[in-house]
């Protein structure tokens, strides 16, 4: 039996299983570098609802940094220099320490990204970002996925946010922690 509660009021219409996911997922492009600039564009497309709880990034200095995030629905490619294009800023971090390797960026906020979806964003930095460019070892097709969520590669992305000429092909270094969203199943 549904039980919902309106305003007070408990009404019976069936069984239910609340389904909520408390193990995070964890998609990871290559690690390899090789190369840097100041930010890095990308996209995330997911099969399921997804909630994306952590950020991890190769960040090719040691010392202090900042970073921002900005998202945009659909890709990023073709909107780079656009920031009419819809683009939202997640967050801006300050003071981080990146020694290379995994470096947990925190943007305090979560983005949810729903069934059938995709999203472009821009990852920028106060210093310098690890990416791959694509070729070599590098699969051609651009993409890492575990089925759920798929990460398309971008370029790489010179300061000021919105200025500046892109590299294109270049493969973000990143790590992205997501859990699925809770959902209501019949019992």
Sequence with gaps: VYHIL????????G??????????RTLVTTFDGGNQYSGVSFDLASTECI????????????GSFSAELWYRSGTNEGF?????????????????????GPTVVDFEENIQIQAGESFGFIYMTSTSVAYT??????????????????????????????G???????VANIQVTYHLCPSLQPE
């Design 6 to 13: 309106v305003h007070g009021f408990l009404s019976s219409i």
């Design 15 to 24: 069984h239910f299983v609340l389904s909520v996911s408390g193990v995070g």
């Design 51 to 62: 909630t994306i709880k952590e950020w991890a990034f190769n960040m090719k200095e040691s």
């Design 80 to 100: 780079l220099n656009d920031p009419s294009a819809g683009w939202v800023q997640l967050g801006t971090t300050a003071s981080l320490t990146g020694p290379g």
């Design 133 to 162: 460019n694509v070729g070599g070892s590098v699969p051609k097709t651009n993409t890492s996925s575990d089925g759920i969520l798929t990460f398309e590669a971008g370029s790489g992305l010179p300061r000021p946010i919105f």
């Design 164 to 170: 500046g000429i892109p590299i294109g092909n270049r």
